[in-house]
């Protein structure tokens, strides 16, 4: 029993429970979290003093804990070194330990409308190991040579003791970029740069053969009681591409070192999609005359890449990139290097946030053996020694780690998911009887999905409440009432009433505005 559900407090704590996620950590983790402290001179001996850099966070304006950090030097001949910096967190957490044995269960962070259920105690994922402005703090940082063109002339890894200048959002970044809100020269002219060597990754990326899909992240913003104020379609921004670019070059470095290596890696593969969910979106973007990929001879990745280019109004726009999302394979930890179809790229592997994802963690421990001069997979006497506290060398054992955290990753995004339909629909909740605008986004036997333009929530329309009898056509895209021949599509935009919301069902109702029928004059039959 946690509450009234009536209660707007208590909704993050059914999602929670609903999703089995882990919210008290053991006795002995938090101890080992207490006891850990902020660097020593010790501790930042023997690692590269990066101190004198100007190192800078960009993340979203609310977040609590900052896993990266940036820094940009010119090398002269239109070469830059860039400074990739990660929070250190392996050097917290080690193998074995009470905080490994249940960041490993967690899996991940979770992020909720009313605050997040971290992977780590507060004390290192907000403290020791956020990389806070005007604080020492342990990284492990990768260092890449790029020019004008995006191109990667080399790499190294470092452990590194960085000290972070400015704490930046997402939204200052974007103004200072626009000229709306520039900063100080020097860090306006690092921005500058940053931003001109992401637009030439980006270029270089999409040119071989990236898809580049929109599909916007719903946010629900509530006061300290879990009441929601306002949801919102975040928008993507310039800004995002520049700390995404670099995030993916440091990925992309740390896989092919580790292919190399054979380190006992967990990879992030993305599978191309099957040539049966290809045919269903060539089929329903037919039938809802859009346009449709390029024929079956071109690679799967350039059609795509082609049809997502194609100029089209906002809601259509949006409707096209969510089937082709649906028709792409679920992303997925693996111990062994399938490729990365979205991003075209081979030998991927997570490494940038590992205060929130265990795999992250996990790399990070391979990084540190390469830069301590451990060249490759041991031999079977340092292995049997190795696998008592890490059984990284362990190929089933490896197997199994890449498959949990490919499980507790999706439980998490479904729980942040519900938990923002929970409180979409507490905000629905005060709009009864009200008409609002939307687009039809699925079709079911019983009647058709609406999501709202202004409210970023979908209801259901009931069939059965229409005035005639519809029935969906082989294609899955569209409705044809058998009298009035009235068609529903994907897509179409549509104006509904509120009429019905439940929370603890999960579930809205729409009424849809029926345009009025115009009655003839009645005809009356003799006495």
């Known amino acids: 029993m946690l509450g009234a ?18 919210q008290r950590f053991p006795a002995r983790a938090l101890e080992e979290a207490e006891a850990a402290h902020g660097p020593t001179l010790r501790e930042r001996s023997g690692r590269l003093d990066l101190r004198g850099e100007l190192a800078f966070t960009i993340d979203p304006d609310d977040a609590r804990d900052h896993d990266d950090a940036l820094s940009v030097r010119a090398l002269g001949h239109g070469r830059h070194e860039v400074g990739i910096h990660i929070a250190d967190v392996s050097h917290y957490v080690r193998v074995g ?29 907000g403290e020791l190991c956020s ?77 071989a053969g990236a898809l580049d899909l929109d599909v916007p992240e719903v946010k629900a913003r509530v006061d300290a009681h879990g009441v929601p104020y306002r949801l919102e379609r975040r928008p993507h921004l310039e800004s995002h591409e520049l700390v995404e670019e670099f995030m993916l070059v440091a990925n ?62 906002p809601p259509r726009r949006r409707l096209l990139h969510r089937l082709v999302l649906r028709s792409l394979a679920r992303a997925r930890y693996l111990e062994r290097d399938l490729g990365h179809f979205g991003l075209a790229t081979r030998e991927y592997c997570h490494f940038t946030s590992p205060i929130r994802r265990y795999p992250d963690l996990h790399n990070h421990r391979r990084v540190r053996e390469w830069i301590r001069g451990r060249p490759g997979a041991p031999g079977p006497a340092a292995r049997a020694d190795a696998a008592g506290a890490d059984r990284a060398w362990d190929p089933v054992e490896v197997a199994a780690l890449a498959a ?18 929970v409180k979409a629909l507490r905000h629905l909740e ?51 009432g058998r009298r009035t021949r009235r068609r529903f599509s994907l897509g179409d935009a549509v104006r509904v009433t509120v009429a019905r919301v439940d929370v603890p069902a999960r579930e809205a109702d729409f009424a849809l505005d029926e345009p009025r029928r115009r009655h003839g004059r009645r005809r009356h039959g003799r006495g």
């Open 404 to 421: 949990q955290c490919s499980a507790t990753e999706q439980n998490a995004t479904d729980a942040e998911r519900e938990a923002v339909r």
């Open 5 to 22: 559900d009536d209660r707007p407090q208590w909704d993050d704590h059914a999602v929670a429970s609903q999703y089995r996620l882990r």
């Open 131 to 207: 990389l806070q402005p005007d604080r020492d703090r342990l990284a492990l940082s990768v260092i890449v040579d790029l020019d004008r063109e995006g191109r990667l002339h080399g790499w190294r890894f470092a452990e590194s003791v960085i000290r972070s200048r400015h704490r930046l959002d997402y939204g200052e970044v974007q103004q200072a970029l626009d000229g709306t809100a520039r900063k100080d020269a020097p860090l306006q002219h690092a921005l500058e740069g940053l931003m001109a060597l992401a637009r030439a990754l980006r270029h270089r990326r999409l040119a």
């Open 430 to 480: 005060g709009r009864l009887g009200d008409r609002l605008s939307g687009i039809i986004t699925g079709l079911v036997p019983q009647g058709l999905f609406v999501e709202l333009d202004d409210i970023p929530v979908d209801g259901f329309v009931r069939a059965s409440e229409l005035d005639d009898h519809f029935v969906l056509d082989a294609s899955g895209v569209r409705m044809v």
């Open 97 to 125: 330990s009470a905080l490994d044995r249940e960041a490993r269960l967690r899996g991940t962070s979770c992020y909720l409308p009313g605050g997040v259920v971290p992977m780590l105690p507060e004390r290192l994922s």
């Open 252 to 313: 992309r470095c740390v896989g092919e070192q580790g292919a190399r290596r054979a380190a006992g890696m967990l990879y992030r593969v993305h599978e191309p999609p099957a040539d049966r969910k290809l045919a269903e979106l060539e089929a329903m973007l037919r039938a809802l005359g859009l346009p449709r990929p390029a024929p079956a001879t071109a690679e799967p990745a350039r059609a795509l890449q082609a049809l997502l280019a194609v100029p089209l109004d």
